[in-house]
C-alpha cells in the first residue's frame, strides 16, 4: 500500500469514526470522501461499496441509539411530571 492509499484509507476510517460520535450523523461527507479517491484511483470499487456500506450502518446506528437516548429522557420527564403533586 503506498502512501496516497494509507491517507485516503486513513482519512475516510476518520470520517467514520466521526459519524459514530456525531450529534447530527449524516455519511455526506464520508460519501465525498470515498467517492473522491475511488476516482483518484487510491481504493478500488471493493473498497467503495464497503466504505459505502460501512457509513450508511453507522450512521443507522448511531441515529437508532440518539432516538433511545431521546425516548429514554422523554420517559423521565414524564415520569417526573406525572409524580409532581
Known sequence: MNLQEQRAITMI??????????A???DEVLTGFVEANY???????????E???RGSDAVFRRRKLLR???QDRQRRSLAQ???AP
Open 13 to 22: 476510517e476518520g470520517e467514520l469514526a466521526r459519524i459514530e460520535q456525531s
Open 51 to 53: 466504505y459505502q456500506q
Open 81 to 83: 411530571l406525572q409524580e
Open 24 to 26: 447530527l450523523p449524516s
Open 68 to 70: 433511545a437516548a431521546q
Open 39 to 49: 476516482a483518484h484511483g487510491f481504493i478500488d470499487e471493493a473498497q467503495q461499496r
